[in-house]
């Protein structure tokens, strides 16, 4: 499974980005995904997860501002992110269940076998 993670940028804060995963294999729907960020010196963190069954888990922090979904007619996993903090800004990456049909919380790095490459995201205050 490889993973193509995009639509990062800098923005204000108070704006809004939607990241997109694209995967490469057509069976991309029996697998989870989950959010990841990474800030410039800080270990990279869990930011949200949906599960092949379209269960959803975020962040506590997170909660209410940001959104993940799926396609999976388009083998995409996105993240919606609303009104951003420049304490969002970090690495986005996006990484694929080590496990099919794997319909539980996941919110540790080695749960996951599959990473894409990133996405920068800068908030600006």
């Known amino acids: 499974v490889q993973l193509q993670a995009s639509g990062g940028g800098l923005v204000q804060a108070g704006d809004s980005l939607r990241l997109s995963c694209a995967a490469s294999?057509?069976?991309?729907?029996?697998?989870?995904v989950g959010w990841f960020r990474q800030a410039p010196g800080k270990e990279r963190e869990f930011v949200a997860r949906?599960?092949?069954?379209?269960?959803?888990y975020y962040a506590d922090s997170l909660k209410g501002r940001f959104t993940i979904s799926r396609d999976n007619t388009k083998n995409t996993v996105y993240l919606q992110m609303n009104s951003l903090k420049p304490e969002d800004t970090a690495v986005y990456y996006c990484?694929?269940?080590?496990?099919?049909?794997?319909?539980?919380?996941?919110?540790?790095?080695?749960?996951?076998?599959?990473w894409g490459q990133g996405t920068q995201v800068t908030v600006s205050s």
């Open positions: 990484a694929a269940d080590r496990s099919r049909y794997y319909g539980g919380s996941l919110s540790y790095l080695e749960g996951y076998a599959y």
């Open positions: 294999v057509r069976t991309f729907s029996i697998y989870g």
């Open positions: 949906i599960t092949y069954s379209d269960g959803t």
